[in-house]
């Protein structure tokens, strides 16, 4: 279901911006589940959380340009490219010399982003480097594991996830509802692992990263990602109450993950996999979509 951005204090909101992993796709076998990289706005309340700056961040910043805040808490996952790549296309807030970023990453065992970032986005590699932005950057370090406090006294926590240099899976709990973020992971031989199931336990919804396909599993074993049979594992064992599978590998076609979800459904039936421009209202009745939102866009338009 799509809705506008409730204003209640008591609602828990995430929109996906991108759900592609490694790689941004595009072309009209990809238009329905969408094709930029990691991204996902979580709104408690009027609080706004941004999760990762994959290509998706150019998207939310123009789809949400009038309700931007001036502070902006942007949570890595970690840092590889399809989740920081579009760090400098986040316009409405990166050319405003008003905003600030904070950036906070976990699994740099207690730096900041703030040196990877600037090797990534100076010559040769980018033509500018960050501080040549009119906004104002400021990075915190942490340990995946610790509870992240901000000033207005809200609270996120976090744990260190399975992934080559490790990633930070985040857990948002608000009015009384749960949403759990974790990708980017790899399940291991101990799965639904107990640390993790604690860590996601009585979830409204829970995001996961279902890149692979059984079949494509073992050819990957090591590469970081995971299933949506070991999403469904890990929401049954910790009683999450939906699942949302992301991190789409860019080599799916629409068809197949129709076929995907269609399956998943059959043993979760709140089960659902991630469709750019998506938002669910956590802790309310998973809707199946009518109309794709990308569709539904470009036919209004």
């Not at 009038?66 to 399809?82: A, C, N, Y």
Request: aromatic share 8%.
């Amino acid at each position: 279901m799509t809705l506008p951005h409730p204003a209640k204090d008591d609602s828990l909101v995430l929109r996906f911006w991108g759900v592609r992993g490694s790689t941004p796709v595009s072309g009209p076998e990809t238009a329905e589940f969408g094709g930029n990289t990691p991204c996902l706005e979580i709104r408690c309340g009027d609080r706004l959380f941004v999760i990762d700056a994959g290509s998706g961040l150019g998207a939310l910043g123009r789809g949400c340009r009038d309700s931007l805040p001036q502070d902006i808490d942007l949570l890595f996952s970690h840092l590889h490219l399809d989740h920081t790549a579009g760090l400098p296309f986040f316009k409405p807030v990166v050319m405003d010399c008003a905003r600030t970023i904070h950036t906070y990453c976990g699994n740099l065992d207690g730096a900041s982003a703030e040196g990877a970032l600037d090797r990534l986005f100076s010559p040769p590699l980018f033509p500018v480097t960050l501080d040549v932005l009119p906004c104002t950057f400021k990075h915190h370090g942490f340990r995946a594991g610790e509870p992240l406090t901000f000033a207005d006294g809200s609270r996120v926590d976090t744990i260190l996830l399975d992934h080559p240099q490790g990633s930070t899976g985040y857990r948002f709990d608000h009015a009384g509802k749960r949403l759990c973020i974790i990708s980017d992971i790899e399940h291991g031989a101990n799965w639904p692992d107990p640390e993790l199931c604690r860590f996601v336990e009585g979830a409204d919804l829970l995001v996961y990263d279902g890149m692979f396909t059984e079949g494509e599993y073992p050819c990957c074993k090591g590469w970081g990602h995971s299933t949506w049979q070991k999403g469904v594992e890990l929401a049954k064992g910790a009683g999450a109450k939906a699942l949302a599978i992301i991190h789409l590998h860019p080599a799916h076609s629409d068809a197949q993950l129709r076929k995907v979800e269609a399956e998943m459904q059959a043993e979760m039936p709140t089960a659902f996999i991630a469709r750019e421009r998506q938002s669910i209202e956590v802790g309310r009745p998973i809707v199946p979509l009518a109309e794709p939102p990308v569709l539904a866009l470009a036919r209004r338009a």
